[in-house]
């Protein structure tokens, strides 16, 4: 099996710098936490898990032994009354047998949505995102050293495996920074949602400092990168928060992945309490040379009997509604070129939508569409 080869990092840290408009900005140090012992064959994840009510999902995804979980928003539902209650709710979920056990099981990765953050539909303005980080670092309680412990926000960054069969978990905070949604008028609610596309300069998802740290995360080697978005990115009709909500935004991470060159990246979701797996094809809609795969599980424990079927032009599985369910990314690194699968799963394991498409597709020079 051959190594990808390492572009210069310096050349490239420069560019995307560039290309994310923070030319001025003070450096970010580039410091995903490595562990090139563990070598990921399975990642699971899954989103929206209300701690007061039944989870029997958990037992499903210890029995598929996977060797990473990530968490990925809605962890629990502690929409703000006080720093009391935030910390009762996660101790609810600590107490929950599966979860108890699967976190004895394999390392957990986490980054928050909305209900974690605090309130509804949160961005940057909610005044007590500092208590409920506190909250969130107590209980997922990260290394002494780690940067979380440091900055603004949750946005973090793992490498597994040895060189060759590299894995990188990008977990971005689309909660910390982004700017106030806009309302629509109530009387379209029911029709367009409550808040319009921004098309604003200034309306931001991310905010500069962390794609500034994204940008230099793309210069990490790395043959396979699970980008977790707690919101939608793809997915682009429905009436929802998603990342389309801010147009300008979303085609500045296209633009990104694009202009970096970094091969092998797959997109996660949660938070609309449906499965899916979506393609963006390349194209006018998308700069890279390779299709990107959005995957959404959502939720573990959740899910939404008014929910119909959503428009999604982008979708490749069937919608599920109404049924609990978690995600998954496989990888047989034994293939000379890995064959990756996307899925996810019924709460008792069995798949309910898969798609498997060799490594190579995902890289400008891709051998053949799957």
């Known amino acids: 099996m051959k190594t990808p080869p390492v572009r210069p ?11 994310a408009g923070l030319a001025g900005a003070e450096p970010v140090t580039v410091r995903p936490e490595a ?11 899954g989103s929206c898990a209300r701690q007061t009510e039944p989870q029997p999902v958990w037992r499903a995804i210890r029995h598929a032994r996977p060797d990473l979980f990530l968490m990925i928003g809605d962890n629990v539902y502690a929409d703000w009354g006080s720093r009391q209650q935030t910390r009762a709710a996660y101790d609810t979920l600590a107490a929950q047998p599966g979860f108890r056990d699967l976190r004895a099981q394999c390392p957990i990765l986490a980054i928050w949505d909305d209900h974690d953050y605090g309130v509804n539909d949160g961005g940057a303005s909610f005044p007590h995102k500092k208590a409920t980080k506190a909250e969130f670092l107590r209980f997922f309680d990260p290394p002494p050293d780690s940067p979380l412990r440091q900055r603004e926000g949750l946005y973090d960054a793992h490498l597994f495996g040895p060189p060759g069969r590299q894995v990188q978990v990008i977990l971005l905070d689309t909660r910390s920074f982004r700017s106030d949604l806009v309302a629509r008028p109530r009387s379209e609610h029911s029709r367009l949602g409550r808040y319009r596309p921004d098309d604003s300069p200034h309306a931001t998802v991310l905010g500069d400092e962390q794609w500034q740290w994204l940008a230099q995360q793309l210069t990490v080697p790395a043959r396979l990168r699970l980008m977790v978005s707690s919101i939608q990115v793809i997915p682009d009709e429905h009436r929802f928060e998603r990342w389309a909500l801010m147009p300008r935004e979303r085609r ?6 694009a202009h970096s060159g970094a091969d092998g990246v797959v997109l996660l979701s949660g938070d609309r309490h449906l499965a899916e797996i ?31 079927q959503e428009p999604n032009r982008h979708r490749i599985s069937t919608t599920s509604l109404r049924l609990a369910n978690y995600g998954s990314v496989a990888v047989q690194w034994e ?31 891709r051998r053949a569409d799957p």
């Open 9 to 19: 990092a310096a050349t490239a840290l420069l560019l995307l710098t560039t290309l």
């Open 35 to 45: 562990n090139p012992s563990l070598e990921v064959d399975l990642v699971a994840f």
């Open 252 to 257: 500045r991470l296209f633009d990104l992945l």
């Open 278 to 308: 979506s393609q963006l094809r390349p194209g006018a809609d998308n700069p890279l040379r390779y299709p990107l795969y959005e995957v959404t599980s959502s939720g573990l424990n959740q899910r939404d009997e008014g929910i119909v």
């Open 335 to 365: 293939d000379d070129d890995p064959l990756i699968t996307l899925a996810t799963h019924r709460v008792d394991g069995r798949a309910l939508m898969a798609e498997s498409f060799p490594l190579s597709f995902l890289s400008p020079q």
